[in-house]
């Protein structure tokens, strides 16, 4: 079973707040990544990371921001929440020493944010 | 252009029988690692099956198995004698070492097991 934490897993909101979505690993691993899934859809990498001081943006534009100052911590956070952003939140990590082709994603719950 | 293609967005099947979830992938890199997933309603994303682009045999796990058909660019994900539990929705996705390493996946296809 993966040891990749996400909080909270629900967030209802007000529109213009600030929020941080938290996702921690034990694992060690050196990658992560944030996924946005809208219900029934595809997931689509919005930032990713590949170790402490290394954040890129991913395949998805996105408002949100990211930060990786410790390799198990990897927030993201809008700055100014709106409607548009009610979507569901996953992260993910994993680990590089598995070898590139075969290195695997463990998820985290996600976290279902809905903005009022 | 899509680059993981499941062309089923549902299906419905009997449990105890067997079924095939397609997917189709486009690329042009040589080296490239394909997966499965499954993500019950309660959200959590569980990996299931991976197959390397140079792996000369289909992956199997269980009752997973990947039916890889390189010519074809197919990876079609088969489930032997389905169960209840086996509801869900099942992504395809690609990994192209050539592409920074990302992962991308696919629409989906959401399965419905019958009793």
């Known amino acids: 079973e993966a040891d990749i934490y996400q909080t909270p897993r629900y967030l209802v909101i007000g529109t213009g707040k600030k929020i941080t979505l938290e996702c921690s690993q034990t694992?060690?691993?050196?990658?992560m990544y944030w996924y946005q899934q809208d219900p029934g859809m595809e997931l689509h990498l919005i930032h990713y990371?590949?170790?402490?001081?290394?954040?890129e943006k991913g395949d998805l534009s996105s408002e949100s921001t990211v930060s990786r100052i410790r390799t198990e911590h990897f927030p993201l956070t809008l700055e100014s929440a709106r409607p548009s952003h009610t979507s569901q939140y996953l992260c993910?990590?994993?680990?590089?020493?598995?070898?590139?082709?075969?290195?695997?994603?463990?998820f985290g719950s996600g976290t279902q944010l809905s903005v009022l | 252009a899509q680059k993981i293609t499941q062309t089923q967005p549902g299906m419905f099947v009997q449990e105890k029988e067997a079924v095939t979830l397609d997917c189709t992938y486009d690329?042009?890199?040589?080296?490239?690692?394909l997966f499965w997933y499954k993500q019950p309603s309660s959200g959590e994303m569980i990996f299931l099956i991976y197959q390397g682009s140079y792996d000369q045999q289909n992956a199997t796990e269980g009752r997973y198995s990947l039916n890889f058909q390189k010519a074809r660019k197919s990876a079609n994900l088969v489930i032997s004698a389905s169960q209840l539990g086996d509801s869900a929705m099942y992504f395809c996705?690609?990994?192209?070492?050539?592409?920074?390493?990302?992962?991308?996946f696919g629409k989906g296809t959401r399965l419905h097991i019958l009793p």
């Open positions: 690329t042009s890199d040589p080296s490239y690692g």
């Open positions: 694992m060690g691993h050196d990658k």
């Open positions: 996705a690609m990994r192209e070492v050539n592409r920074d390493d990302k992962i991308i």
């Open positions: 990371s590949y170790g402490v001081n290394s954040t």
């Open positions: 993910a990590s994993s680990d590089s020493s598995d070898g590139a082709l075969g290195e695997k994603l463990f």
